[in-house]
């Protein structure tokens, strides 16, 4: 294994970024390969086969390109659709990205939690065993909000949020039956941790619970042993089809991504 041998990191946009931050926190010195699907953008809106045909093939093709010792798909939408499909499809470790409904109930104390995703992972089957499996005693009020999504994708590219715009985002769940007993938030989309500011002032009180702390430790003791450089690389943002915006460009040097690659299908 060579010390160069990147991590892969995979997403429709911005919302990888959430697990990177942690991992950069576990493992200083990694070389990252960001990948954001410019040309796919937004998954949640997309039908599962669209999904489960797109994501084997386009990671089979970024594996080849970059070489990395692990994929981490950055991503719920991508692996509670396509998790199995893409592991088929490759060689190397792939880690996913699965709603953290299981600490969520752990926490819960009205037993009421809330699983914020996007439209196609709150409709998966496997939300429903993970809610079934982890938290039968609790009532788990859905909502896919594709419109969370944008706003994240709004606010790395530098444009103001307002308090409205996630107060009319969340509404249609905490409107459901016993919504306003919710304790307890899954943020069971990557792009959500982005805005845990915004989504902080809309509901005082609330924990919110996303997967990136546990996907960085598990990364961290799959990895463990491995060489790594001794000073970070420049580090690599790989965008599908359009280029980010300068500002764009900004939030992703905060996370060590200073080369921009376009690699179009
Ligand atoms: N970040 C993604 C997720 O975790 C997908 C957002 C989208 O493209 O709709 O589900």
Known sequence: MSPAAPLLFFDSGVGGLSVLGPTRALIATAPIVYVADSAGYPYGTK??????ERLPK??????????PRLVVIACNTASTIALDHVRAALDIPVVGTVPAIKPAAALSRSRVIGVLGTEATVRQPYVDDLAQRFAADCTV???????????????????????EAIEDA?????????????????????????????LSVAMPGVTFVD?????????SSLTQGQPWPDKAPESIAVFT????????????????LTSIVSFHN
């Open 241 to 256: 089809g359009a280029p980010p915006s300068p500002a764009l460009s900004a939030s992703l040097a905060r996370f060590g």
């Open 47 to 52: 039908t599962d086969a669209e999904l489960a």
């Open 211 to 219: 997967g990136g702390p546990g996907i960085a430790n598990r990364i």
């Open 58 to 67: 386009l990671l089979g093709r970024m594996v080849d390109q970059f070489r």
């Open 141 to 163: 009020i859905r909502h896919g909000s594709p419109d969370l999504v944008a706003i994240a994708e709004a606010k790395l590219a530098g444009e103001a949020i307002g308090p």
């Open 170 to 198: 969340i509404r249609p769940m905490l409107d459901q039956p016993r919504g306003d007993e919710i304790d307890t938030i899954v943020l069971a989309c990557t792009h959500f941790p982005l805005l845990i500011e915004e």
